[in-house]
């Protein structure tokens, strides 16, 4: 019994040393334990790059792509059927008015021709014919008419006599005969003096009608040989020696140089400007660059509808120098417009969205601002975005474009534009 009661107090014993050593081995490590900081966490600044805001007073230049074309361009066609004996041109070959194009078989109609010809002087000995025969009735009628009388009173003579009984019938009815034929030969010049004029008329339509037909023929033989309208460029050659051809067929295309236009659609926005100048009666001037060449437009006119981008076309009138270009060409104009006031430029990576820019406050955080566009300015070859910031804006325009940019951001300037 005893022997059980001291074993009790030994594991009583034990498990109060465990317990104590476990006290003592806590509080060694919250001795020893390291120091601990409170780490301040602080908000990151993102550093951008800023400019002054400075409106004032700028040039606008407007930046266009316009495709080189031409106002006028035919299609030269065959106006009769021959055969093609000779194309002197080629395709790009600069040709001046009235230079040969195509030569078509004219021996068909030289025949016609001098059948023409031949039917004209006829028409023409019908006209003289009938003159001289005028002429001639005109002359002989009085001496007819004279011979008509002598035969009237040697009826009457020999009327007399046989109511005397001193000449026979048959004297007067020969003398009748000699009389009726008289008659008819006075009647039939009168008739022809009265006709003359209405027989001259319908020979000189039917001189008229030759003359029509030999100048007609005259210009189907002009028309076998194809002559350049104007001075220009020959598009393409749709034919060739040997080749049969047909009125209508295409022969070949050209354009006229000093027709030559740069089509470049102008957006909405710029329309009233561009149109209130030409009515002025200002000079529009566009200019690029193509294969290291300048080239120098006018505008000429604005078109009549709208395209499908909602702008309407502008046709740029090329100047001589510049009249070497290729139709259906692209390269970029710049047309410059009247300056604006109280416009600020600003880089395009400042624009956020469509129509919005940020500004930095004295606290360096940013600032949402909606702007309005007006134009665009290129310089020292950068280009600029014209807007117009409301009311008196204070502080720098951020000109980085930031991902996160978000109204309040904290920012730090590292570089001035």
């Known amino acids: 019994m005893k022997n059980n009661k001291n074993g009790k107090w030994r594991s009583l014993l034990g498990s109060v040393g465990i317990l104590l050593l476990a006290a003592g081995i ?72 009235g230079r040969l194009l195509v030569v078509l078989d004219d021996r068909d109609y030289r025949l016609d021709l001098a059948q023409r010809e031949a039917e004209l002087e006829q028409a023409q000995a019908a006209i003289e014919e009938e003159n001289s025969r005028h002429r001639g009735n005109l002359e002989a009628l009085p001496g007819e008419r004279r011979l008509l009388e002598l035969a009237q009173a040697e009826v009457d003579r020999l009327g007399d006599l046989i109511r005397k009984k ?31 004029q209405s027989k001259l008329r319908e020979l000189e339509a039917r ?62 926005v710029h329309l009233a400007v561009l149109r209130e100048m030409l009515e002025q ?20 006119r604005l078109g009549a509808a709208a395209t499908d981008s909602g702008g309407v076309e502008g046709l740029f009138l090329l100047e001589p120098e510049s ?18 006031d109280d416009v600020v430029p600003i880089p395009w990576e400042a624009l956020y969205g469509a129509d919005e820019v940020y500004l930095i406050n004295g606290e360096n955080r940013l600032h949402a601002v909606k702007v309005e ?21 204070e502080g720098r325009l951020l000109t980085t474009q930031l991902p996160n940019a978000v109204e309040g951001l904290l920012v730090k300037v590292v570089r001035r534009d």
């Open 26 to 97: 806590f509080a060694l490590l919250v001795a020893t334990r390291p120091e601990t900081h409170v780490v301040e966490v602080k908000e990151k600044a993102w550093p951008v790059a800023a400019m002054e805001i400075r409106p004032g007073r700028w040039p606008r230049t407007l930046t266009l792509y316009g495709r080189v074309d031409a106002l006028s361009r035919t299609s030269v066609t065959a106006a009769l059927a021959a055969e093609v004996t000779s194309v002197p041109v080629g395709e790009g070959e600069a040709v001046r008015e």
């Open 166 to 196: 001193l000449a026979s019938q048959s004297s007067l009815d020969s003398a009748r005969q000699a009389l009726a034929r008289q008659s008819i030969a006075v009647a039939r010049i009168e008739e022809s003096v009265r006709t003359h």
């Open 207 to 268: 001189l008229a009608q030759k003359q029509a037909a030999l100048e007609k023929a005259r210009l189907q033989l002009q028309r076998t040989r194809i002559l350049a309208p104007y001075a220009g460029r020959v598009i393409r050659v749709r034919t060739a020696v040997g080749q049969r051809v047909s009125p209508g067929t295409v022969l070949l295309e050209l354009f006229a140089e000093t027709s030559m236009v740069l089509r470049a659609v102008v957006p909405e």
């Open 281 to 300: 009666g200002g000079t529009i001037t566009a200019t690029g660059r193509l294969d290291g060449r300048p080239v120098r437009a006018r505008l000429l």
């Open 323 to 340: 009249r070497w270009l290729q139709l259906g060409r692209v390269l970029e104009l710049e047309v410059e417009l009247p300056p604006l």
């Open 373 to 393: 566009r007006v134009g665009q300015l290129r310089r020292e070859g950068r280009d600029l975005l014209l807007v117009r910031l409301p009311g008196k804006p």
